[in-house]
C-alpha cells in the first residue's frame, strides 16, 4: 500500500489569490490524480497529473486554472488560482500502485474555503 | 465522463444486520469497479473491487455483485458494526478512457447501536 500525504489539511483564502496544495506519496506510483470533493458529495476528477509531461484534464477543468505540476514519481501539487468562494471545496489526491490491482490510495484531503 | 449512480443517498441499519447498498453505471465499456468507504475528514478508503469478468467477490465481511446485463453493482455488508458508519462510493474504471476513476453519488450509511 501507499500513504499519501497533502500539506496543507486546511486553508482560509482571499477571493483573487492562488494555493498551492502539496501531494507527496511514501513509495513510487503509476499515476496520480486530483480530484475536488463538495462536502456531503460525491468526486469529480480535476486531472491527471503526468510525470515529466503537461497533465489530463477533464471536461470544464483548466490548466490555467488549476495548473498541476509532477517533478518525479512521489510527488505532485495542484495549485487553485484566481481563487472564487465557488472554489471552496476538499481537494484529494490519489495514486495508482505499480502493482497489478487497480487500487487507489488517497490522501486526507485539503479543506479549502474562500471568502 | 461516465454516469455512475447510486440508488439511495442514505440508509441506517440495525447493529448485526446486513446492508445493502446499491449502484447504478451506464458505460458498458468499464471493466473494473471498486466500492470505497469515506469515513468524515478522511479520504476514501479501499474496501473490495471486481472485474467485469466476474459476477461476485467476497471478502472480510463484504461481498460485491456485479449485474452486467442491468448495469448494477451492489455491495453486502454482512453482520454491520458501528464502525462501518460511513460513506460508500462505486467507482468504475475503463481502460479504454485512461484508466481514470469516476466516482458515483455516494451513500450515507449509519448503523444503529
Known amino acids: 500500500s501507499a500513504v499519501i500525504s497533502q500539506k496543507p489539511s486546511r486553508d482560509i483564502c482571499q477571493r483573487g489569490t492562488s494555493l498551492t496544495i502539496q501531494c507527496q506519496v511514501d513509495?513510487?506510483?503509476?499515476?496520480m490524480f486530483w480530484y475536488r470533493q463538495q462536502p456531503g458529495q460525491s468526486l469529480t476528477l480535476i486531472a491527471t497529473?503526468?510525470?515529466?509531461?503537461?497533465?489530463?484534464?477533464e471536461s470544464g477543468f483548466v490548466i490555467d486554472k488549476f495548473p498541476i505540476s509532477r517533478p518525479n514519481l512521489t510527488f505532485s501539487t495542484l495549485t487553485v488560482s484566481n481563487m472564487s468562494p465557488e472554489d471552496s471545496s476538499i481537494y484529494l489526491c490519489?495514486?495508482?500502485?505499480?502493482?497489478?490491482?487497480?487500487?487507489?490510495?488517497f490522501g486526507p484531503g485539503t479543506r479549502l474555503t474562500v471568502t | 465522463g461516465e454516469s455512475v449512480g447510486l440508488h439511495l443517498p442514505t440508509l441506517s441499519v440495525q447493529e448485526g444486520d446486513n446492508s445493502i447498498i446499491n449502484c447504478a453505471y451506464s458505460n458498458s465499456a468499464s471493466d473494473y469497479f471498486i466500492w470505497y468507504k469515506q469515513e468524515s475528514g478522511k479520504g476514501p478508503q479501499f474496501i473490495i473491487d471486481i472485474r467485469s469478468n466476474m459476477d461476485k467477490r467476497q471478502g472480510q465481511r463484504v461481498t460485491v455483485l456485479l449485474n452486467k446485463t442491468v448495469k448494477h453493482l451492489s455491495l453486502q455488508i454482512a453482520a454491520t458494526q458501528p464502525g462501518d458508519s460511513a460513506v460508500y462510493f462505486c467507482?468504475?474504471?475503463?481502460?479504454?478512457?485512461?484508466?481514470?476513476?469516476?466516482f458515483g453519488t455516494g451513500t450515507s450509511l449509519t448503523v444503529i447501536p
Open positions: 497529473a503526468n510525470q515529466g509531461s503537461e497533465a489530463t484534464y
Open positions: 467507482a468504475e474504471i475503463s481502460s479504454n478512457t485512461g484508466n481514470q476513476f469516476y
Open positions: 513509495s513510487q506510483v503509476t499515476m
Open positions: 490519489s495514486a495508482l500502485g505499480t502493482g497489478q490491482s487497480y487500487e487507489q490510495y
